[in-house]
């Protein structure tokens, strides 16, 4: 059950996300969705994306908000923040080993560059894909799927 999964990640994060005046929330349009993957996997890739939400957020008081969605055989999964958000020239390598956006402005963790690049190498051993969509300094959005199970 992809929610269950993402309700455990979100109590996993909701301590670092408050010290950061921050609510994480699940939108969803049921409440089971059964998913073929790799649980301990999606957890990882979840804890990427929401705790990237949670850190590159910047703004007095930030929500970061997980949504899902039935597609046919497919579940959708959003992971959108209204953080500080990516410049185009630069969304185009998120997703590289290392990158990390003007080092200088993430000086507050000291992030690898590696939590994007996992990510996706473990949407893909899914057969799955991940997608970014940006409006620098509105925020930043995640989207990717999993199969439908059931
Ligand atoms: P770590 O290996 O600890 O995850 P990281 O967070 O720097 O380090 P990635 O998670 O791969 O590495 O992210 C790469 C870069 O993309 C980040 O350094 C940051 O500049 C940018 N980024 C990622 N997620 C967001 C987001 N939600 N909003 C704004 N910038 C982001
Ligand atoms: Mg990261």
Not at 43 to 66: D, F, G, P
């Amino acid at each position: 059950d992809l929610n269950q999964l993402i309700r455990e990640m979100i109590d996993l994060l909701d301590l670092e996300a408050q010290n950061k005046n921050t609510r994480i929330v699940l939108q969803t349009t049921s409440n089971q969705m059964f998913v073929h993957a790799d649980r301990q996997k999606i957890s990882q890739v979840l804890m990427n994306l929401i705790s990237n939400a949670i850190n590159y957020s910047n703004r007095e008081s930030a929500t970061v908000t997980v949504r899902t969605s039935l597609k046919n055989a497919k579940v959708l999964v959003d992971v959108e923040d209204n953080g500080m958000g990516i410049k185009p020239e630069m969304l185009t390598r998120i997703f590289e080993r290392f990158y990390r956006v003007e080092s200088s402005r993430n000086r507050n963790d000291g992030g690898s560059g590696l939590g994007l690049a996992i990510v996706k190498h473990i949407l893909e051993a899914h057969q799955e894909n991940i997608t970014a969509e940006s409006v620098y300094l509105e925020g930043t959005k995640f989207s990717f799927s999993l199969q439908k199970a059931i």
